[in-house]
């Protein structure tokens, strides 16, 4: 997949110049492009600068204000909550993890919700962003909707990511991103590529059967039909499709209700901006033990589970964001990857700006 | 399997005296009994009075001091922890959670971790006693090592429940009460029961591969042989195992590292305190929009939900907690329903205690 390495740096200053060139100010235009090609550089290419051109077309089309100005509309001392005004995801999403976390060295817990947003990119970024003040971060967005609930065949949900990092002491720190659905839209396009079959754990048809033709599944995102991913945990209470479920209704109710934003299933109306939310909380292990015995009893659980006996066949168990740092440390001395088919779409991008990549 | 009905009141009433006669104090004999009637009449019966003989013995054999006294040992205005003695789980929970919804009153959030504790039971029970105070309540427990991680073979993780309530207006709150495991060790034995072959998603055997035979992996549990109850999403990254396996680790987290509890690989020691611990969350979302909003908001989510087009096959959307909550009604009216097996085993200590049932 990875056929051309650009430079970290490079490739976000050619990011950040695109940005800049539809109307969106420096500072905002290079959180967007760090959060692009973070995802990227840790891995997780179907959320990184290959969705370039829809923020394009996003901005062109009115349904993203590319120099909107969020405004923090609610407070209290651990809470928020930020009008984005319909400007892009990642701007907003940086000031409000960054108002969790001043909220959470103040007071110990912040936690500050965004509605009339978009797209924010990877929630790990957020998460993350608490780390360096050894916090905890947490992030959920709702989405378009593309999940159908159990028993259900309407995609009424979004893939609704949680996002959660937590600091260790010797080890790498703890972070969860991952979607409340079984998988995204983008493994579908990628088995569609490669011409095959969907496992029967991952979607339905437009009747609600589980359906391993992934063009089928995707044919009828296009077209509006019924049908669309199942919930962590496949296609019934089995096998806990049920708890994916309720997983996702919880982010609805985090990023969706509680934020006053639209709930996935009324977001993205024609010719408006999404509306969707996120929710971001910041928390400090302070308030419950000192930070320094956190930290220590994290390499105790991490080094624990790491360390435990493997299954037949496997030498390693991973730890949550273990694969994504050993990714981006060879992104920042290798260049990041990209295939092709992406680096083909920056070049016109870069002669239709008239921006050097 | 419901052969049995015995009035709830009366139910209660004898585990309550039950164990007052093992030297537990009448108000939390009070709570162990409210939560265990409660499980079975909600239609959980793996976690009801059927336990009452592990509990029995795990008071005569010095596991769980009955009359202990938990003390909170540090607090801020929005969080504790507790330390739970060595007591039953049950009273130390409902006196955190009590804690946790008087600061969230006060403060708008409540966190309060419990440490030196033993099995709650339903972790849904404390999640919803932040609804008659319009908040949302959340709840998380580690447990005894039953769950292997992706990839793993050695159960280094508990079935780590996870329970969040939200209020809503004209529907039922919203009650999400899960393990982060696909299913729980009672399922196995169910299915043991039965006679019938497990799905291939549920566990393992002791060298990590999927088993089918549920006697196989419970047998390796007594043994204490590898193997194990697999997270929710199944046995490898295809299905989403990583991510049921990283929401476990986010219970450990919270109810062990922040907690200042043992993780769930380390609880349980022979001949001590099982010193696991539990977190418990209660948050009012007036400190992000005015209540009433919050609530008529649930009911546009939930009947978006549930009046959306169904699965061939199916009629009926469930929202989480409705089904228990039917269960409820109908256990009120006719009785808490009991299998003649979980009947015969209080009769008998009905007997052996002198307390009429």
Known sequence: MSDVRIEFDRLREFVKRVFMRLGVREMDAFTVADVLVTADARGIPSHGVARLPRYIRGIREGMMIPDAEPEVVHETPVSARIDGRDGLGQPVSRMAMELAISKAL??????????????????????????????????????????????GRQAVLGTNPIAVAAPASRNRPFVLDMSTSVVTRGKLEVYQRLGKPIPEQWATDENGRPCTDPGRVLENFRARRPGGLLPLGGPDELTGGHKGYGLSMLVEILSGVLATARISAMSYPEGKGSGIGHFFAALDPGIFLPVKKFKADMDLLIDTVRN?????????????????????ERSLSDGVPLDTATFDILKSISEEFGVAI
Chains 1, 2 share one sequence.
Not at 117 to 128: C, D, P, Q, V
Not at 313 to 321: L, T, V
């Open 106 to 151: 103040e007071n110990g817990i912040g936690m500050v919700a965004v509605f009339n947003s978009n797209h924010f990119g990877i929630a790990g970024y957020y998460a993350m962003m608490a780390l360096e003040h050894d916090l905890i971060g947490f992030a959920t967005t709702n989405t378009y909707p593309l999940v159908v609930p159990t028993f």
């Open 308 to 328: 435990s006996e493997k299954a037949e066949g496997h030498d390693r168990i991973f730890i949550h964001g273990e694969k994504e740092f050993e990714q981006m």
